[in-house]
């Protein structure tokens, strides 16, 4: 598995809840290890110019301190996960800046033993500039390609309702990565099936050019199409839920139990 990657594929989006809607859009994501951070802005710094950039304050807590300390600060306190005790890698997949413009509906931050997959962490944006935490975690059990459970408590999209839970599921391999997330409503019927997938290619051997010849100014693009498709769901008169208050807690906890496709 390479320390510094480019993920190029798509992300499929498909509801059923009043009128259906899907849609499949071309992304390429950073996937990289946290212990390389300062060689990742290096490369993005030579190679990358302006195109692409990566900032750590915009991640975890929005310090400007080392990415590698901050999120391994971020797991001894909200997760009591140890380094050399529960893991001994992290990885980042994340949308990078384009021309210094960045939004990441969601982070996500994989824990490594060895080859197994220990923990995942899904940091969630909203349009309303909030954020919120899945900590996904067995204790002993590897979690590439496990259904993994847990309960919405966070709102992302005025057309689904809080009440509900997630599936999750990673697939992961040393030149592929795949994470999909699943919604249920309250009567455990499946209202969303998204995902992101896609291929791993060295940061080193991507020419800019290229990127921008297959995927334009991607970044801003996430947010224009949000809206787009919100616009849609609008006109086929979807039912629509009132932003509702914060979470008590900025972490929500998730297993293996109960899980479903």
Same mark, same amino acid.
């Given at each position: 598995?390479?320390?510094?990657?480019?993920?190029?594929?798509?992300?499929?989006?498909?509801?059923?809840?009043?009128?259906?809607?899907?849609?499949?859009?071309?992304?390429?994501?950073?996937?990289?290890?946290?212990?390389?951070?300062?060689?990742?802005?290096?490369?993005?710094?030579?190679?990358?110019?302006?195109?692409?950039?990566?900032?750590?304050?915009?991640?975890?807590?929005?310090?400007? #301190?080392?990415?590698?300390?901050? @999120?391994?600060?971020?797991?001894?306190?909200?997760?009591?996960?140890?380094?050399?005790?529960?893991? &001994?890698?992290?990885?980042?997949?994340?949308?990078?800046?384009?021309?210094?413009?960045?939004?990441?509906?969601?982070?996500?931050?994989?824990?490594?033993?060895?080859?197994?997959?220990?923990?995942?962490?899904?940091?969630?944006?909203?349009?309303? #500039?909030?954020?919120?935490?899945?900590?996904?975690?067995?204790?002993?059990?590897?979690?590439?390609?496990?259904?993994?459970?847990?309960?919405?408590?966070?709102?992302?999209?005025?057309?689904?309702?809080?009440?509900?839970?997630?599936?999750?599921?990673?697939?992961?391999?040393?030149?592929?990565?795949?994470?999909? @997330?699943?919604?249920?409503?309250?009567?455990?019927?499946?209202?969303? @099936?998204?995902?992101?997938?896609? &291929?791993?290619?060295?940061?080193?051997?991507?020419?800019?050019?290229?990127?921008?010849?297959?995927?334009?100014?991607?970044?801003?693009?996430?947010?224009?199409?949000?809206?787009?498709?919100?616009?849609?769901?609008?006109?086929?008169?979807?039912?629509?839920?009132?932003?509702?208050?914060?979470?008590?807690?900025?972490?929500?906890?998730?297993?293996?139990? #109960?899980?479903?496709?």
């Amino acid at each position: 598995m390479s320390g510094l990657s480019i993920l190029q594929g798509h992300v499929y989006h498909s509801r059923s809840e009043t009128a259906s809607n899907s849609f499949r859009y071309p992304i390429f994501n950073l996937y990289f290890s946290v212990d390389e951070t300062e060689k990742l802005n290096h490369i993005l710094s030579k190679r990358y110019f302006r195109l692409l950039s990566f900032s750590s304050s915009d991640y975890l807590d929005k310090n400007s #301190g080392s990415l590698k300390d901050e @999120i391994e600060a971020f797991a001894a306190k909200n997760f009591q996960f140890i380094r050399g005790k529960n893991y &001994d890698r992290i990885f980042l997949q994340t949308i990078p800046k384009m021309f210094g413009y960045v939004f990441n509906p969601v982070n996500f931050w994989y824990f490594f033993t060895g080859e197994n997959l220990s923990a995942v962490m899904c940091e969630v944006n909203n349009t309303f #500039g909030e954020k919120h935490y899945y900590w996904l975690n067995e204790p002993a059990v590897n979690l590439n390609n496990q259904w993994i459970t847990a309960q919405k408590e966070f709102h992302v999209s005025p057309f689904f309702p809080i009440n509900g839970q997630y599936k999750f599921r990673f697939e992961l391999s040393p030149t592929s990565v795949t994470a999909h @997330i699943n919604f249920f409503a309250a009567d455990q019927s499946k209202r969303l @099936i998204t995902w992101i997938k896609g &291929d791993l290619s060295a940061l080193d051997e991507i020419s800019p050019v290229n990127l921008i010849l297959q995927y334009g100014w991607m970044t801003p693009l996430v947010v224009l199409r949000i809206h787009m498709q919100a616009i849609k769901l609008y006109f086929k008169k979807v039912k629509f839920f009132t932003k509702p208050d914060l979470p008590k807690n900025d972490v929500t906890y998730g297993n293996t139990h #109960g899980e479903k496709k």
